[in-house]
């Protein structure tokens, strides 16, 4: 069964989308692109993803989604580490980046022409379908960042073709459990396709589904309008739409026929049990929260009877997963005990960080990974996550990197030092808090600062609030004692995140 597509007003059947994903297949192969090379996709939410999607199944490439919020210097650098063939990039778009591309790379410019660009639609209409060998099928290659703030491309071994179809089932297992696709299911994508799980649930509903209704971007009334025109029974949602949704007013909500849900698929930041139990009260038993990541893949679910009865918890693992907490030395905590998670899920072929084997070889211990979380699982298996051992922030639902922004704010004129971290926010779950450190006699404005930062990194990097202190404090050893400074903004919180 091949799924039809909606988005806006265009509509398409799923042997129309399968066939143009059979064609972008075949004119990649013609541009020079093969088995296991990279193509780069820089597009707000846009039918060309499931084409795309298609295209590297087929002819067994990998595709890279860039952020279009990013800089060009941003853009540049993912361009040029993951060694992308060609560029599929939105038109208008492409202006802002246009330095960014390598010289002699091929881009393709979706939704209208564009200087140096091949039109994507007349080109694609030309290209012939892909008539090549059966190939392991690829999906997407994400760019997550560690504490360095330097990302870092997960590249997902491929498939042996002799293993495809057992590994498939082990995989649908796992991805009915967290996401709640299935054979003739009907789901929403509204969140950005450049993230990672996005892009990993659109391409199993592709795979699955009857109807993708895709969205441009996130609108809570129109979600809700959706779910009742395409009678819609999972939808993918993060804690931050979950807020949105929620100040609907009861009037707003009660307009729309929402009895089709049956699953809510949750992953990218963790929810408070508040907003969670808030949404329960709403659409019933139907919300289910996910521990991932885009390295080890979906690993614990925390199903509606779950968030009843253990508010906080991230889950049991799914299936075969395989989880510990460990302390500093390797040893496995006691239940209760926090301590690092390091996981596995057999049901994902193993991966490796582009370019980077030693980021790779430093997370792993035995077999299995961590990504630098806190947390401990209590006496009958369930997950809590607790804490981060690195500074990542988690802001609606985008890893954000305080290591990067503090290598550039502490290059603004006059500044002897500074930390950045992440505080409560009841929308986002967090935000970000920068503490500058003047030079002695020198004097910094809050509102300069973010408008010099601007200028450098994309707007979801940049700290909202900036707080002037003449002498930040420091540990021991000398260094700045950033966790004794955020401490203090998340006394009294269940979850530390």
Known sequence: MATDLWFEHMHRTGDEQVARGTKLAGGLRALGVQEGDVVAVLLRNDPAYADVVHACRTAGCYYCPINWHFTAEEVRFLLTDSGARALIV???????VREAV???????SVGGKAEGALEYEGWLAQQAPYDGPRVAPRGHMAYTSGTTGRPKGVVREPIPLDQLEDQLVRMRSVVRQTYGLEPGCRALMSAPLYHSAPGSFIQNALQLAER???????????????VEKHRIDVLY????????????SPEVRAKYDLSSIRF???????????????MLEWLGPV????YASSE????????????VARPGTAGKPVDAAQLRILDEAGKPCAPGEVGLVYVRQPAYPDFSYRNNDAARAAIDRDGLVTLGDMGYVDSDGYLFICDRASDMVISGGVNIYPAEIEHELVRYPGVADCVVFGIPDD??????????????????????VIDWLRQRLSGFKVPRSIAIEPNLPRDETGKLAKRRLRDKYWEGRQRRV
Not at 287 to 290: D, G, L, V
Not at 427 to 448: K, N
């Open 287 to 290: 919300i289910h929260e996910t």
């Open 296 to 307: 080890a893949g979906m690993i614990t679910v925390a199903t509606p009877a779950d968030a």
């Open 102 to 108: 390598p010289a002699g790379m091929t881009v393709l």
């Open 90 to 96: 939105q038109a208008d778009l492409l202006p802002a």
């Open 427 to 448: 929308e986002y779950g967090e935000r970000l808090m920068a503490m500058v450190q003047p030079m002695p006699g020198v004097t910094i404005r809050e509102d300069e």
């Open 212 to 226: 993708l209704v895709i969205t441009p971007r996130f609108d809570a009334e129109q979600v809700l309008a959706l």
């Open 237 to 248: 949602l993060v804690p931050i739409m979950y807020v949105r949704l929620l100040k609907l």
């Open 264 to 278: 809510v698929a949750s992953t990218g930041s963790p929810c408070s049990p508040e907003v969670k139990r808030a």
